[in-house]
């Protein structure tokens, strides 16, 4: 079949020439007997143009292709939507005032000498060419392939293959290895439920689809593989609520004789030329690092949105020790915290009504209340000003600039976090303030390494068990478990993680101290983890790693809603795949050669 060029390519350049194209056809308008057919293909569209009786149709054969076209004189309605068509044309300018400066192809046309259909199609069950979403999420998923035909998908799946590309062209040059890991694997301890695949050789027996290849890149490093990437898929059967899917993508690395810097720097530099080349951003490097200690005193969160800075967060526990202020005074007394949100150059915007309604906001969230406080020229305006001593005011007006408004509330952190985003996100609103980036990147370390879980009795990881302690906090291990840093690092963008890794345990002695302490018996560990134990025995290099999510990444390059918006067949939030009808039952005599024997009442396919 003849295609000698792409639809959403051609250009004035190409006036003069005869060109194959071949696509769908997407609209059809009749100009009274001229009839102008919108030809789409996953470049773009061009549009073809039939001036009566001209073009010589040969028609596939079907009986459903309509007898018009087959005379060559294709009338409106007859070329339906969708068809799948081939055609000769020569490329024309626009006649004056019918150019389309909105369209990439719109300076020229091109007019049909010869039309091929190659395959009818049913009238779609909603508009493929409509730019924004006609139909409900259901019936795109159910659709999918014609759902991905729409210019936004399409585009989608572009950015994620241009995305994906630079990442490998990246990691190449600075000599990383693509390896892949198996996907029928042994339960990996990243804290979700597996996946299980039964195994007929061995009825009774499960392999696990990996949450992540963390063991195997592990074991790559042992093996002398030095730096390893792959772009790997991750299985967790976690409940859906979030935006979350049972499969997803991740860019996995691993490297070793390398220490945090190492390993953050490489990162950084990866998503500057991977951004730039597939979405035309190249986010300023180094990136913002905060220690977890830092982040949580001023956002009581490990993942603010750090795109408004003027937006600062302060503990005011110092300023009003010893106030005369009851609600602080008693606040203090029960041990809340004391925090303050400033909202930069707000006054003007600051009506009682709107200071009311953030009022109402934060005790709709669960706050007790909160203090505002406007800032003027030489004067502090507050219900609870007559309250505050001069050195409180004085300390309060330091701590912002005229202009501003002030909000304070004593609540624990998370309510206060909460709060305060919430009546961040509202002031934004009000004030249209733009952000001081589209993109704020910020690498937070130094968390926790383990947290206690008083339910059960002992201390767990806070990532992931393989994650190595700060050398200076090893001490700790037999006295103060609580305060031992980890050498976990967490990337987040605009207040969203976009992954995270560690430099790890290469010593066996550390890591079998860490699964005691996370309360496994020997006999349980060895069990779970004997065989990466004993590869650490063979002489382990110290290494580290780090994986992305890809889909987040896209997702938010793009705008989307969702992480569904840019994988090609997702799964529902009850992790069913709309068009093929995954997960079903199964034939009984499959389950017999499993051994295994299921209650089908409850299964239902998703039709
Ligand atoms: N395995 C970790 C994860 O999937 C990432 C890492 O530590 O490399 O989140």
Redesign the pocket.
Known sequence: MKRTHNCGGLRASHIGQTVHLAGWVQTVRDHGGVLFVDLRDRSGIAQIVFRGGKATAQASGRSSVPEALRSGTAQAGQLGLEYVISIEGLVQARPQGTKNPDMATGDIEVEISRLEILNAAQPPPFPVASKGIEASEEIRLKYRYLDLRRQNMTRAMKARHDFLQAVRTFFDREGFWEIETPILAKS?P?GARDFLVPCRQAPGSFYALP????IF?QMLMVSGMEKYYQIAR?FRDEDLRADRQPEFT?I???MSFAGQQDVIGLMERMLAESLEKAFGVRPGIPFKRLSYEQIMERYQSDKPDLRWPGYERRRLDDIFRGTGFKVFAEALAGGKPIYSLTVPQALAAASRSRLDESVALVMSLGAKGLVWLKLSDGAMESPAAKFFSDAEKQALAASAAKGDVLFICAEEAPLAEKALTALQKRWIEITSQPPAADYVFCWVFGFPLLEYKPEEKRWDAT??P??APVQEDMALLDTDPAKIRSQ?YDLIMNGVEL????I?NHQRSVQEKLFSLMGYSKEIYLDRFGWMLEALDYGAPPH????FGVDRIIAMMLGADSIREVIAFPKTQKGTCLFSGAPTPVEAKQLKELGIKADQKGAQGAG
């Open positions: 990996t990243e949450q992540s290849p963390q890149k991750c991740q996995d690395v691993e990532h992931n393989f994650t976990q992954g995270g890794g560690s790890r580290g790693g780090i994986a």
